[in-house]
């Protein structure tokens, strides 16, 4: 039941694979949902992560935070900012912890996928995406709730000639479909690439390091430009989460307002 | 600890629905695409873990054909 | 040639004491002193010393022992395959290097701005309290001066009654005045109107007069009287002047 020997690296793409690390087996029904995996296992440390981040900074429930929650301060702040300029009106509020919470999930994820040896929980294809066709059809669904069928107003541009009105209604859905998958796709390939990246080049640096003794110390140089690709990663993985509630705040500035 | 009134399901609903939606399709594609004959005897099939028996693709191909 | 000396006896001074303090020191008083004013050439000496420094212990021993033990850890644990190397080592030492670079470069700044964010923040607070004290206290000292209300209230009420009764007794006084300003202006009146009565009854008597003066100037027989008595007086003095 318990799995933990299988963590060499045969490929690149080795990282992205979830193991079972624990799963229930009854005979009569499929438990499959209730098994504990790689992937569960790195969503608990995420949800770990977020709650300590929390629980351990405010320091005791004083009025003022320690050095460590500045940080969070900033990160509602900017995020509550972000929201505010994005959806604009007053429904804003409604869905700022929703986004935040979206935001915190990927945050952390990201930057936990950036530890060595560790999994990332972002760069799970069918995860994100599901997540993000998920964003999209709660979208939708509130819009059509809200609107009725002036929602397809959506789809036709301020000021557009009539001529043009099917073709820009096909093209305006079809982006619109799209972003259910587009969402999800931007930081999965973000992440992944980034990911991928590293580890070829750590596994091309090893190769030349391990020729001769020259050649290892001779590897301390592009052991640097790594440091430099690990440093861009970092980078990423704070862009790509910011762009996820950028890009999720726009969406809803669409579906509430309708332009 | 302090209790904050944020309106939860009130603003959030359409959100519970399309997870729900979410999960049952990708949990039907998930069954699909096991069942294909790329992945049928893929040893990552959860249906070894069940006991399940190497499906020879060849035999049924000709099975079916006939 | 002045110049020149100037120069030279600049330059060759600071060599002179640096050969003079870093030749003899031996390694262990070196980490003991720490130096007030930092030297301008960092030798390698100081350099490989700031590097054990930076290791946790006390005395160079238990630093070289750390060093030591952790190295045969390492190869212990590449060499029984407890630790393999691979691709992903390459990444832990990149990782390594990134966090060694955030603690060196970043936390200071970081640390820096929290600390001045949470000075600012708990200045604000704390001003507010002392604002928030000082308003209570001047509160408190405005309302202090109102502490001997009871005894003020008792004189001013005292002040009242005698005003009171002052009051009253003016009232008094003033009706007594009127009073007898009453009675004195009747009793002007009245004498007013016994003159008044009085100067009519004279006039009507020397009206009276007249008119019987009159009445009886116009009666012939008197006229006749007077007459005949005027011509008697007249004759007498014609009489008296022959």
């Known amino acids: 039941m318990l799995n933990l020997i299988n963590t060499f690296i045969n490929s690149p793409l080795d990282q992205f694979e979830s193991q079972t690390f624990f799963s229930i087996f009854t005979p009569f029904m499929d438990m499959n949902n209730f098994n504990i995996t790689t992937f569960a296992l790195y969503t608990f440390i995420v949800l770990f992560i977020i709650i300590s981040l929390f629980m351990f900074t405010n320091n005791n429930n004083m009025i003022m935070g320690s050095k460590w929650f500045i940080t969070q301060e900033m990160i509602y702040d900017t995020m509550v900012n972000t929201i505010k300029n994005q959806m604009g009106g007053k429904l804003w509020g409604f869905y700022m912890p929703f986004i935040y919470t979206f935001f915190m999930f990927i945050l952390v994820s990201n930057l936990l996928s950036m530890i060595p040896y560790s999994f990332a929980l972002t760069a799970q294809f069918v995860f994100i995406i599901s997540l993000s066709f998920m964003v999209w059809l709660g979208m939708t669904i509130m819009g059509f709730y809200k609107h009725g069928l002036v929602f397809f107003a959506l789809f036709v541009p301020q000021g557009t000639p009539l001529v043009l009105v099917p073709l820009l209604v096909l093209i305006e859905m079809m982006s619109y479909i799209m972003r259910s998958l587009s969402l999800g796709l931007r930081l999965a390939a973000n992440v992944m690439a980034g990911h991928l990246l590293m580890i070829i080049l750590g596994g091309l640096l090893m190769q030349f390091m391990s020729i001769n003794i020259l050649t290892t110390i001779l590897g301390f140089i592009p052991l640097l430009i790594i440091l430099c690709v690990v440093m861009l990663e970092f980078a990423i993985a704070m862009i790509q989460s910011y762009v996820w509630t950028v890009l999720m705040a726009s969406y809803m500035k669409d579906v509430q307002y309708l332009h | 600890m302090k209790r904050f009134p944020t309106p939860i399901v009130k603003p959030l609903w359409p959100f519970f629905i399309a997870a729900a939606v979410t999960y049952y399709g990708v949990s039907k594609f998930a069954d699909a695409y096991g069942n294909t004959d790329e992945y049928i005897n893929d040893p990552r099939n959860p249906r070894f873990a069940k006991g399940g028996k190497i499906v020879d693709l060849t035999k049924n191909k000709e099975t079916m054909e006939e | ?242």
Request: glycine share 2%; proline share 4%.
């Open chain 3, 1 to 242: 040639m002045n110049f020149c000396s100037l120069t030279l006896k600049s330059a060759t001074k600071p060599l002179l004491t640096q050969g003079v303090r870093y030749v003899p020191i031996s390694t262990n008083v070196r980490y003991l002193s720490s130096p007030s004013t930092p030297p301008p050439v960092k030798d390698p000496k100081t350099k490989a010393m700031s590097i054990i420094d930076a290791l946790p212990g006390n005395s160079v021993l238990s630093k070289t022992g750390i060093l030591g033990t952790s190295a045969a850890a390492a190869i212990y644990a590449i060499s029984n395959e407890l630790y393999i190397v691979n691709d992903e080592s390459i990444l832990l030492l990149t990782f390594a290097g990134f966090t060694a670079l955030m603690a060196k470069f970043v936390a200071p700044l970081y640390k820096d701005f929290a600390n001045a964010r949470m000075n600012k923040v708990s200045n604000i607070l704390n001003e507010s309290r002392t604002r928030h004290v000082d308003a209570i206290k001047e509160r408190i000292g405005s309302v202090s001066e109102l502490q001997n209300v009871a005894e003020t209230t008792k004189v001013l009420f005292d002040v009242s009654k005698e005003t009171l009764e002052l009051e009253a007794k003016n009232f008094e006084l003033k009706q007594k005045v009127d009073l007898a300003a009453e009675a004195k202006s009747v009793l002007d009146s009245w004498v007013r109107h016994e003159a008044s009565l009085r100067q009519e009854q004279q006039k009507q008597l020397t009206q009276s007069l007249l008119a019987k003066v009159e009445s009886e100037l116009s009666n012939p027989k008197f006229q006749e009287k007077v007459l005949q008595q005027s011509i008697a007086d007249v004759e007498k003095l014609f009489s008296k002047l022959k």
